[in-house]
Protein backbone atom coordinates (compact mmCIF):
# COMPACT_ATOMS: atom_id res chain seq x y z
CA UNK A 1 0.00 0.00 0.00
CA UNK A 2 2.67 2.23 0.06
CA UNK A 3 4.44 1.83 -3.21
CA UNK A 4 2.00 3.69 -5.21
CA UNK A 5 1.83 7.18 -3.15
CA UNK A 6 5.17 7.15 -3.22
CA UNK A 7 5.06 6.07 -7.52
CA UNK A 8 2.91 9.03 -7.68
CA UNK A 9 4.81 11.59 -5.72
CA UNK A 10 7.30 11.02 -7.48
CA UNK A 11 5.13 11.69 -10.83
CA UNK A 12 3.84 14.77 -9.49
CA UNK A 13 7.15 16.00 -8.56
CA UNK A 14 7.93 15.47 -11.84
CA UNK A 15 5.07 16.63 -13.69
CA UNK A 16 4.77 20.18 -13.50
CA UNK A 17 8.57 20.72 -15.29
CA UNK A 18 7.51 18.59 -17.48
CA UNK A 19 4.57 20.82 -18.18
CA UNK A 20 5.89 24.01 -17.68
CA UNK A 21 8.24 23.06 -20.85
CA UNK A 22 5.86 21.53 -23.25
CA UNK A 23 3.34 24.56 -22.65
CA UNK A 24 6.40 26.80 -23.34
CA UNK A 25 7.32 24.58 -26.16
CA UNK A 26 3.43 25.19 -27.64
CA UNK A 27 3.37 28.36 -27.26
CA UNK A 28 6.93 29.14 -28.98
CA UNK A 29 5.83 26.86 -31.81
CA UNK A 30 2.28 28.30 -32.39
CA UNK A 31 3.68 32.10 -31.80
CA UNK A 32 6.65 31.45 -34.26
CA UNK A 33 3.67 31.19 -36.86
CA UNK A 34 1.66 33.82 -35.67
CA UNK A 35 1.40 37.91 -36.23
CA UNK A 36 1.77 40.17 -33.05
CA UNK A 37 0.28 43.91 -33.54
CA UNK A 38 -0.19 47.26 -30.72
CA UNK A 39 -2.99 48.71 -30.52
CA UNK A 40 -2.59 51.78 -32.12
CA UNK A 41 -4.26 53.98 -29.31
CA UNK A 42 -3.48 52.13 -26.31
CA UNK A 43 -0.35 50.65 -26.84
CA UNK A 44 -1.69 47.01 -25.76
CA UNK A 45 0.13 44.01 -27.51
CA UNK A 46 -2.08 41.91 -29.49
CA UNK A 47 -1.61 37.95 -30.35
CA UNK A 48 -3.06 37.59 -33.63
CA UNK A 49 -3.10 33.71 -35.25
CA UNK A 50 -5.66 34.55 -37.19
CA UNK A 51 -5.15 36.43 -40.34
CA UNK A 52 -7.64 39.34 -41.26
CA UNK A 53 -8.93 37.51 -44.22
CA UNK A 54 -10.28 35.02 -42.62
CA UNK A 55 -11.65 37.30 -39.56
CA UNK A 56 -13.35 39.36 -42.24
CA UNK A 57 -14.98 36.35 -44.13
CA UNK A 58 -16.11 34.80 -40.72
CA UNK A 59 -17.77 38.07 -40.01
CA UNK A 60 -19.69 38.53 -43.55
CA UNK A 61 -20.94 34.84 -42.79
CA UNK A 62 -22.10 35.36 -39.49
CA UNK A 63 -23.57 39.10 -40.72
CA UNK A 64 -25.52 37.04 -43.41
CA UNK A 65 -26.82 34.15 -40.76
CA UNK A 66 -28.12 37.04 -39.09
CA UNK A 67 -29.70 38.89 -42.03
CA UNK A 68 -31.29 35.36 -43.29
CA UNK A 69 -32.64 34.54 -39.65
CA UNK A 70 -36.69 34.23 -40.15
CA UNK A 71 -36.81 35.75 -36.29
CA UNK A 72 -34.27 38.86 -37.07
CA UNK A 73 -37.46 41.48 -39.24
CA UNK A 74 -35.00 44.23 -40.81
CA UNK A 75 -36.95 47.05 -40.16
CA UNK A 76 -38.67 49.20 -42.55
CA UNK A 77 -39.19 52.40 -40.95
CA UNK A 78 -37.42 55.61 -42.42
CA UNK A 79 -37.66 57.19 -38.86
CA UNK A 80 -35.69 54.37 -37.64
CA UNK A 81 -33.31 53.62 -40.26
CA UNK A 82 -32.51 56.96 -41.32
CA UNK A 83 -30.87 58.06 -38.18
CA UNK A 84 -28.73 54.98 -38.16
CA UNK A 85 -27.32 55.37 -41.00
CA UNK A 86 -26.66 58.82 -40.20
CA UNK A 87 -24.70 58.43 -37.22
CA UNK A 88 -23.24 55.32 -39.29
CA UNK A 89 -21.82 57.38 -42.05
CA UNK A 90 -20.33 60.16 -39.70
CA UNK A 91 -18.23 57.47 -37.21
CA UNK A 92 -17.35 55.08 -40.23
CA UNK A 93 -16.25 58.16 -41.67
CA UNK A 94 -13.97 59.14 -39.02
CA UNK A 95 -12.68 55.95 -39.00
CA UNK A 96 -11.52 55.79 -42.12
CA UNK A 97 -9.54 59.19 -41.00
CA UNK A 98 -8.33 57.30 -37.74
CA UNK A 99 -5.51 55.45 -36.17
CA UNK A 100 -7.14 52.99 -37.90
CA UNK A 101 -7.64 53.81 -41.22
CA UNK A 102 -6.04 51.62 -43.25
CA UNK A 103 -8.52 48.53 -41.93
CA UNK A 104 -11.34 51.22 -42.34
CA UNK A 105 -10.79 51.30 -45.49
CA UNK A 106 -10.12 48.13 -47.04
CA UNK A 107 -14.03 46.95 -45.13
CA UNK A 108 -17.17 47.03 -47.31
CA UNK A 109 -19.14 49.19 -44.33
CA UNK A 110 -22.87 47.65 -44.79
CA UNK A 111 -25.52 48.62 -41.81
CA UNK A 112 -28.84 47.10 -40.89
CA UNK A 113 -31.72 48.08 -38.09
CA UNK A 114 -33.19 45.02 -37.23
CA UNK A 115 -37.08 45.61 -35.83
CA UNK A 116 -36.49 44.14 -32.11
CA UNK A 117 -37.95 46.45 -29.66
CA UNK A 118 -37.03 44.10 -26.80
CA UNK A 119 -33.40 43.52 -27.58
CA UNK A 120 -31.15 46.42 -26.14
CA UNK A 121 -28.11 45.63 -28.59
CA UNK A 122 -25.96 46.69 -31.30
CA UNK A 123 -22.99 45.05 -33.28
CA UNK A 124 -19.96 45.63 -35.87
CA UNK A 125 -18.21 42.60 -37.17
CA UNK A 126 -15.29 42.10 -38.88
CA UNK A 127 -15.71 43.58 -42.87
CA UNK A 128 -17.55 46.57 -41.00
CA UNK A 129 -21.16 44.87 -40.98
CA UNK A 130 -22.99 46.56 -38.47
CA UNK A 131 -26.71 45.94 -36.99
CA UNK A 132 -28.22 48.04 -34.81
CA UNK A 133 -31.74 46.68 -32.44
CA UNK A 134 -34.54 49.40 -32.25
CA UNK A 135 -34.53 48.08 -28.58
CA UNK A 136 -31.19 50.17 -28.03
CA UNK A 137 -33.03 53.71 -28.92
CA UNK A 138 -34.59 54.15 -25.37
CA UNK A 139 -31.23 54.07 -23.90
CA UNK A 140 -29.29 55.64 -26.56
CA UNK A 141 -32.24 58.35 -26.58
CA UNK A 142 -30.24 60.88 -29.07
CA UNK A 143 -28.12 60.24 -32.31
CA UNK A 144 -24.95 61.14 -29.88
CA UNK A 145 -26.13 58.78 -27.69
CA UNK A 146 -26.24 56.24 -30.28
CA UNK A 147 -22.78 57.19 -32.03
CA UNK A 148 -21.42 56.40 -28.25
CA UNK A 149 -22.93 52.71 -28.63
CA UNK A 150 -21.74 52.60 -32.37
CA UNK A 151 -18.43 54.21 -31.69
CA UNK A 152 -17.75 51.17 -29.39
CA UNK A 153 -19.30 48.79 -31.39
CA UNK A 154 -17.29 49.96 -34.64
CA UNK A 155 -13.95 49.79 -32.61
CA UNK A 156 -14.41 46.16 -31.60
CA UNK A 157 -13.85 45.61 -35.51
CA UNK A 158 -11.60 47.29 -35.90
CA UNK A 159 -9.21 46.36 -33.15
CA UNK A 160 -10.03 43.07 -34.36
CA UNK A 161 -10.68 42.17 -30.75
CA UNK A 162 -12.76 39.15 -32.90
CA UNK A 163 -9.59 38.11 -33.96
CA UNK A 164 -7.63 38.38 -31.26
CA UNK A 165 -10.27 36.54 -28.99
CA UNK A 166 -10.21 33.52 -31.44
CA UNK A 167 -6.29 33.38 -31.18
CA UNK A 168 -6.58 33.04 -27.31
CA UNK A 169 -8.89 30.57 -27.53
CA UNK A 170 -6.98 28.33 -29.93
CA UNK A 171 -3.75 28.67 -28.02
CA UNK A 172 -5.83 28.04 -24.55
CA UNK A 173 -7.20 24.85 -26.54
CA UNK A 174 -3.63 23.69 -27.90
CA UNK A 175 -2.15 24.04 -24.67
CA UNK A 176 -4.55 22.10 -22.69
CA UNK A 177 -4.75 19.26 -25.31
CA UNK A 178 -1.02 19.33 -24.93
CA UNK A 179 -0.85 19.23 -20.56
CA UNK A 180 -3.73 16.33 -20.83
CA UNK A 181 -0.92 14.70 -22.72
CA UNK A 182 1.99 15.09 -20.19
CA UNK A 183 -0.36 14.52 -17.28
CA UNK A 184 -1.52 11.16 -19.45
CA UNK A 185 -5.12 11.94 -18.55
CA UNK A 186 -6.04 8.50 -20.06
CA UNK A 187 -4.13 6.46 -16.85
CA UNK A 188 -3.30 8.96 -14.52
CA UNK A 189 -4.56 9.50 -11.38
CA UNK A 190 -8.14 10.93 -11.59
CA UNK A 191 -7.33 13.75 -9.07
CA UNK A 192 -3.73 14.28 -10.64
CA UNK A 193 -5.58 15.09 -14.01
CA UNK A 194 -8.39 16.91 -13.10
CA UNK A 195 -6.01 19.01 -10.42
CA UNK A 196 -3.84 19.80 -13.36
CA UNK A 197 -6.46 20.66 -15.69
CA UNK A 198 -8.53 22.97 -13.54
CA UNK A 199 -5.16 25.12 -13.12
CA UNK A 200 -5.04 25.56 -16.52
CA UNK A 201 -8.84 25.48 -16.81
CA UNK A 202 -9.53 28.16 -14.48
CA UNK A 203 -6.41 30.08 -15.64
CA UNK A 204 -7.93 30.00 -18.97
CA UNK A 205 -11.20 31.10 -17.84
CA UNK A 206 -10.50 33.55 -15.44
CA UNK A 207 -7.04 34.33 -15.40
CA UNK A 208 -6.81 35.01 -19.38
CA UNK A 209 -9.62 35.22 -21.61
CA UNK A 210 -12.06 37.01 -18.85
CA UNK A 211 -9.58 40.21 -18.11
CA UNK A 212 -8.62 40.54 -21.82
CA UNK A 213 -11.90 40.55 -22.59
CA UNK A 214 -12.99 43.19 -20.14
CA UNK A 215 -9.65 45.13 -21.62
CA UNK A 216 -11.42 44.85 -24.82
CA UNK A 217 -14.30 46.19 -23.67
CA UNK A 218 -12.47 49.30 -21.78
CA UNK A 219 -10.42 49.92 -25.62
CA UNK A 220 -13.38 50.07 -27.56
CA UNK A 221 -15.32 52.82 -24.83
CA UNK A 222 -12.33 54.77 -25.23
CA UNK A 223 -11.36 54.68 -28.78
CA UNK A 224 -15.04 54.87 -29.55
CA UNK A 225 -15.49 58.27 -27.87
CA UNK A 226 -12.87 59.29 -29.80
CA UNK A 227 -14.01 58.67 -32.96
CA UNK A 228 -17.88 59.84 -31.83
CA UNK A 229 -15.89 63.23 -30.80
CA UNK A 230 -14.49 63.19 -34.17
CA UNK A 231 -17.71 62.45 -36.14
CA UNK A 232 -19.19 65.63 -34.43
CA UNK A 233 -20.76 63.95 -31.38
CA UNK A 234 -20.76 65.29 -27.74
CA UNK A 235 -18.41 62.35 -26.30
CA UNK A 236 -20.28 62.93 -22.71
CA UNK A 237 -23.58 61.53 -24.35
CA UNK A 238 -21.43 58.07 -23.48
CA UNK A 239 -21.51 58.75 -19.28
CA UNK A 240 -25.42 59.26 -19.81
CA UNK A 241 -25.97 56.27 -22.16
CA UNK A 242 -23.90 54.19 -19.00
CA UNK A 243 -25.75 55.97 -16.41
CA UNK A 244 -28.89 54.77 -17.83
CA UNK A 245 -27.61 51.41 -19.09
CA UNK A 246 -26.78 50.74 -15.30
CA UNK A 247 -30.48 52.39 -13.98
CA UNK A 248 -32.12 49.94 -15.97
CA UNK A 249 -29.82 46.75 -14.93
CA UNK A 250 -30.19 47.89 -11.22
CA UNK A 251 -29.21 44.48 -8.91
CA UNK A 252 -28.85 42.42 -12.24
CA UNK A 253 -25.42 42.96 -13.14
CA UNK A 254 -22.63 40.25 -12.48
CA UNK A 255 -20.22 40.53 -10.68
CA UNK A 256 -16.96 42.48 -12.44
CA UNK A 257 -14.39 39.93 -11.80
CA UNK A 258 -16.25 36.86 -13.23
CA UNK A 259 -17.88 39.68 -16.21
CA UNK A 260 -16.55 40.57 -19.64
CA UNK A 261 -17.53 43.56 -19.49
CA UNK A 262 -16.62 46.19 -16.53
CA UNK A 263 -19.01 47.25 -14.34
CA UNK A 264 -21.40 50.40 -14.38
CA UNK A 265 -19.36 52.46 -12.10
CA UNK A 266 -16.07 51.33 -13.45
CA UNK A 267 -17.06 52.46 -17.12
CA UNK A 268 -18.30 55.52 -15.87
CA UNK A 269 -15.61 56.88 -13.94
CA UNK A 270 -13.44 55.71 -16.94
CA UNK A 271 -14.88 57.32 -19.89
CA UNK A 272 -14.68 60.39 -17.62
CA UNK A 273 -11.60 60.47 -16.89
CA UNK A 274 -10.87 60.02 -21.19
CA UNK A 275 -13.47 63.54 -21.57
CA UNK A 276 -10.40 65.41 -21.06
CA UNK A 277 -8.81 63.96 -24.25
CA UNK A 278 -12.05 63.53 -26.21
CA UNK A 279 -13.67 66.83 -25.38
CA UNK A 280 -10.99 69.46 -27.18
CA UNK A 281 -11.64 66.75 -30.75
CA UNK A 282 -15.27 67.22 -30.31
CA UNK A 283 -14.90 71.13 -29.74
CA UNK A 284 -13.06 71.57 -32.84
CA UNK A 285 -15.29 69.78 -35.32
CA UNK A 286 -18.65 70.99 -36.87
CA UNK A 287 -22.12 69.89 -34.45
CA UNK A 288 -23.41 66.87 -35.72
CA UNK A 289 -26.85 66.74 -35.85
CA UNK A 290 -28.56 65.26 -32.53
CA UNK A 291 -32.05 64.22 -33.30
CA UNK A 292 -34.11 62.58 -30.71
CA UNK A 293 -34.72 58.91 -31.69
CA UNK A 294 -37.71 57.60 -32.69
CA UNK A 295 -39.93 56.38 -29.15
CA UNK A 296 -40.79 52.77 -29.48
CA UNK A 297 -44.32 51.55 -29.12
Known amino acids: METEPKTEMKRMSRAPSTVAWLVCGVMGLLMTGTGCQTNPYTGRWQLMMVPMSQEVKMGVLAYAEVKHDPKMKPSTDPR ?5 KRVAARVIEAAKHSKYSDIANQFEWEVTVIKDDKTMNAFALPGGKIAVYTGIFPVAKTEAGLAAVMGHEVVHALARHGGERLSQNTLAQTTLQVVGVALGVSGANPVLSQAGMAALGVGTQVGVLLP ?5 ESEADYVGVLLAAEAGYDPRESIRLWTRMG ?7 PSEFMSTHPNHETR ?4 EEWMAEAMPIYQSKPPAPNGELPPLP
Open 212 to 216: FSRKH
Open 268 to 271: IQQL
Open 247 to 253: ELSGSKE
Open 80 to 84: EIDPV
